[in-house]
């Protein structure tokens, strides 16, 4: 995934390629914003039908993304977010936001 060859096909290192270019094109900084796991896996899914490829299972997300997001912004996975709306607990990250993601089809 390191690589700066392109390969001509779909390689299996192709979705860690794309995690990456979700963290750096998808999420960004931004002080007292919280993003859940669960919505996080929405935008991906998202980014991945832009791109033209199959959604992943939550699982592969959780081993692709989250190290993603530590290498780019230096934050870990947490376990302690409350939503005050719902009154749950979810996992995320502080500190970062998503920019929202039509589904690929649709125009502004």
Request: proline content about 2%; overall charge negative; some cysteine.
């Given at each position: 995934p390191d690589s700066?060859?392109?390969?001509?096909?779909?390689?299996?290192?192709?979705?860690?390629?794309?995690?990456?270019s979700f963290v750096e094109q998808v999420l960004?900084?931004?002080?007292?914003?919280?993003?859940?796991?669960?919505?996080?896996?929405?935008?991906?899914?998202?980014?991945?039908?832009?791109k033209n490829l199959q959604p992943v299972k939550r699982k592969t997300f959780k081993e692709l993304v989250p190290p993603a997001i530590e290498?780019?912004?230096?934050?870990?996975?947490?376990?302690?977010?409350?939503?005050?709306t719902e009154n749950k607990w979810h996992c995320g990250w502080k500190g970062i936001r998503a920019m929202v993601l039509e589904p690929a089809g649709v125009s502004d």
């Open positions: 700066d060859n392109e390969r001509q096909q779909q390689g299996p290192d192709i979705y860690e390629r794309v995690a990456r960004e900084r931004q002080d007292r914003e919280v993003l859940t796991l669960n919505d996080a896996y929405a935008q991906f899914c998202k980014f991945l039908e832009r290498q780019q912004f230096e934050l870990g996975i947490r376990n302690d977010l409350r939503d005050e």
